[in-house]
């Protein structure tokens, strides 16, 4: 399914998304997804679109996380947990490239928590 073209953004809408998709890398994890969801999302609907993807996506990675921890002891859950990691910065950085070009990206596996 191709996600809904867009209006084109202002750098201000394009900065929060970038860093919406970042969050995690620059340490402040499912928070400022969620701050700029709720604080933007009438002002703009290519932002609330990111911003809930970001927080989605997120909220999945925590989970699948979480999943993993248990299977740690019996050696499974590590290198899965290695994978997960390497996967959530490389989607990371595609959405942010995406969110910088003006468009939005659907993160594979992504549970649809926030609506």
């Given amino acids: 399914m191709e ?3 867009l ?3 202002s750098g ?10 970042l969050s995690a890398l620059i340490g402040v994890g499912i928070i400022l997804p969620l701050v700029v969801y709720l604080a933007m999302r009438r ?12 927080l989605n996506f997120h909220i999945s990675i925590y989970i699948y996380a979480l999943c993993c921890i248990p299977l ?23 959405a942010t490239v995406k969110a910088s070009d003006g468009g939005c990206y659907h993160y594979p596996l992504n549970l649809r928590l926030v609506k």
């Fill in 43 to 54: 002002e703009s609907e290519y932002l609330a679109q990111n911003a809930k993807e970001a």
């Fill in 3 to 5: 996600p809904p073209t």
């Fill in 7 to 9: 209006a084109q953004p």
């Fill in 72 to 94: 740690a002891f019996i050696i499974i859950g590590i290198p899965m947990l290695i994978v997960l990691g390497i996967v959530s910065f490389i989607l990371a950085i595609v």
């Fill in 12 to 21: 201000h809408d394009k900065i929060w998304s970038m860093l919406s998709h």
